[in-house]
């Protein structure tokens, strides 16, 4: 072998080969079913608010790492995700313009401000969702029926045991775009999780909280955990990686702590629904969690009388 | 049959049948050979020949300086020809012994006995260590300090590190399947001269031929399967998952009524208590996508890595790394012009494009470096801290339990250097610790 440069470097000489970008594109292909779905259910309003969303996040994510001065993380796919989710949470009636400024905002405010990918306290898609609910609060409460487009209530707002089980999964319901068709998510989250990008403990947490105070309660707790938005974010918000508590047992407190919120929200609150404010608390509180919920070192506190 | 096994790690892919169907080849010594005199963690050997003296096969070259040290053997017979500082493959430059090969084969007297299994501790304990016995699974700690533990340290379990996790190396493996009488009587040796109340060899079921073949020697030793997953062989992991015992943290395994050896170790304890030879020779693995003829090759210490590369059909495509041990702990070398020592197990060639630096994006709290890591740390975490600078919060975090193992950097999917950083919050805390106390 003729002497030729080796590479110096320390170990591991190897590494996995799944990377950010790939476990974003899964989100984005997770997410598609879902964008079906609520294109079925409500036609072109559901391709046009998700694409506006979409882009603007993308083109907000490139335009604001640019000002900071970074270089260009469009690449990464997370302002896709970012932009879709926006899009798919937000009722099919949405103004284009006011999907556009909440992926502004859940960009710029949401994520840029704090220093962009891995940096954001709160999950981005919720902030943008939160900003759209306080400051267009009738347009992004009007409803729209499935296939007529006619306005109408949602499950939530008619109360339990109006709209059958079987339309509350398959979604032919009024609602968000993509939060209607329990069925979809659910594909979505399985195959999420045989992708490994999805760890179990946060929605198990968050339904299992829900399903259980809904039972004590005296609340119909299958109808609660199909309607609205809960779903949609037992899928794709609690298990957002980068605001969620890094330690496992972390991971349940903080599923469990939304669930009991959305709870209250749902039952005394003044809001239409909970999720999107619960899971923002539960964000404030991620730091928290993980400073009481660091793991056992291996080797402390061992009784060497084994 | 349940696999037993230890919690976290990961699963890499382990290219171990590139070599592990090879039997080990004996490589002729070559002209020249470079003797480090630190070829073990503690203080280096002292020269105990001059430039110009002649040499025996065998014969003692440089003393053990103090109990955390060992002795040096000559290999071949022949001409000290200088007595110099020679890269090393700990990436330093350490003082060693250059011997012409005279290729007589020369061998000094050994005491050799019938019936070692007879010999009591004591005498165990000195053959192993005036044969210069060091750990080679490639920590090479000297064996006879792992053999002293202190007199009121009761050993409950001797344990023989079969798993071999590292993927690549072969080494062991082979050792076990073609001198499994060898590994098991350096097995019974190591374990009584330790006073160990059980004896256990563990081996991951990908070793099932080894599995077998020491299982016909095994009498009163347990051999016992482990899953495959890394890392196995690490000394804690091992011990966790064949005896449910924690290493305590900072502690020795002796602590917990353990002692672990590496397969190499047994097999050169068993010829020199049985046979009286200093540990001169070794088996080691030559593998990778950039050699022509991967391998398993016995091999006198001193053979320069170049050499050994060479034996094994040379390189082929565009070499990136030439790698001391294993690619999950080994450590790159700047230079093939190193010598094979006691410690290592293999040579790993890697190409250009498997060692291409990698991109780091922002860790983005996906927790599977904490997932996969075997200490039970939350390496972002200690990563985090040693980028700002904060050693005492890294030492907070557990910096100084990590092991090494490299999974975290592994499955990072941002591609972050954890343990790179870590290594770095290690070394700030332990010079502040030294600072302190000086």
Known sequence: MEQQQLILASSPHVRDTDSTQKIMLTVVVALLPVWGASIYFFGLDAVRLVLWAAAAAVVAEAIFQRLRGKPSSTHDGSALVTGMLLGLSVPPTLPSWMVVLGAIVAIGLGKQVFGGLGHNPFNPALVGRAFLTTSFAVPMTTWARPFDGISGATPLALGSGVVPYSDLFFGSIAGSLGETSVLAILLAGIFMFYRGVLDFRMPLGFLATTIGLMFVLGHDPLFHIMSGSIMFAAVFMVTCMVTTPVTRRGRVIYGIGVGIIVTVIRLWGNLPEGVTFAILLMNAATPLINRWTRPRIFGQGVTLDA | ?438
């Open chain 2, 1 to 438: 049959m349940k696999k037993k096994t230890f919690w976290g790690g990961i699963h890499p892919e382990y290219h171990k049948q590139v070599s592990s169907e090879t039997s080990i080849q004996l490589l002729p010594a070559p002209e020249q050979l470079v003797i480090p005199l630190q070829q073990h963690v503690g203080s280096s050997a002292k020269p105990m020949v001059k430039k110009g003296d002649t040499v025996l096969a065998g014969q003692r070259i440089g003393e053990a300086q103090g109990f955390v040290s060992a002795h040096v053997h000559a290999p071949v017979s022949g001409t000290v020809v200088a007595i110099e500082a020679r890269p090393h493959s700990h990436g330093k430059m350490v003082q060693s012994i250059i011997l012409d090969n005279d290729g007589e084969e020369t061998w000094t007297d050994l005491e050799s006995h019938a019936d070692p299994i007879q010999l009591s501790r004591d005498q165990i304990k000195q053959a192993v260590t005036a044969a210069g016995i060091v750990g080679m699974g490639g920590a090479g700690f000297p064996t006879h300090v792992k053999l002293s533990p202190p007199a009121d340290a009761e050993i409950d379990y001797f344990i023989l590190n079969g798993s071999e996790c590292e993927p690549f190396l072969t080494a062991d493996h082979r050792m076990m399947v073609e001198f499994a009488a060898d590994v098991a009587l350096g097995t019974r040796l190591l374990a009584k001269a330790i006073g160990a109340k059980r004896v256990i060899i563990g081996i991951e079921t990908n070793k099932m031929d080894a599995i077998q073949s020491l299982r016909k020697h095994a009498g009163n030793i347990d051999i016992v399967p482990l899953a495959v997953k890394y890392p196995q062989g690490g000394e804690k992991q091992l011990i966790k998952a064949l005896t449910g015992r924690e290493v305590p943290s900072n502690g020795l395994p002796y602590e917990c009524g353990v002692v672990v050896q590496n397969v190499g170790t047994a097999l050169a304890a068993a010829h020199a208590v049985r046979d009286g030879l200093p540990l001169t020779h070794r088996v080691i693995t030559v593998t990778g996508e950039c050699v022509q003829r991967p391998g398993n090759f016995l091999v006198p210490i001193g053979t320069s890595f170049q050499q050994m590369i060479e034996a094994a059909g040379g390189t082929k495509g565009t070499v990136g790394k030439v790698i001391s041990g294993g690619p999950m702990m080994g450590t790159a070398q700047i230079t093939t012009d190193v010598p094979v020592i006691k410690e290592t197990s293999g040579i790993l060639v890697l190409s250009q494009e498997q060692c291409a630096p990698t991109h780091p994006l922002a860790c983005i709290k996906c927790s599977r470096c904490g997932d996969v890591c075997p200490a039970y740390l939350l390496p972002m975490r200690i990563e985090r801290a040693a980028i700002l600078g904060r050693w005492d919060e890294a030492e907070d975090y557990g910096a100084m339990d990590c092991i090494e193992c490299g999974c975290c950097s592994y499955i990072c999917p941002s591609k972050r250097y954890l343990l790179h950083y870590i290594r770095l919050a290690k070394n700030q805390i332990m010079s502040a610790k030294q600072t302190r106390s000086s």
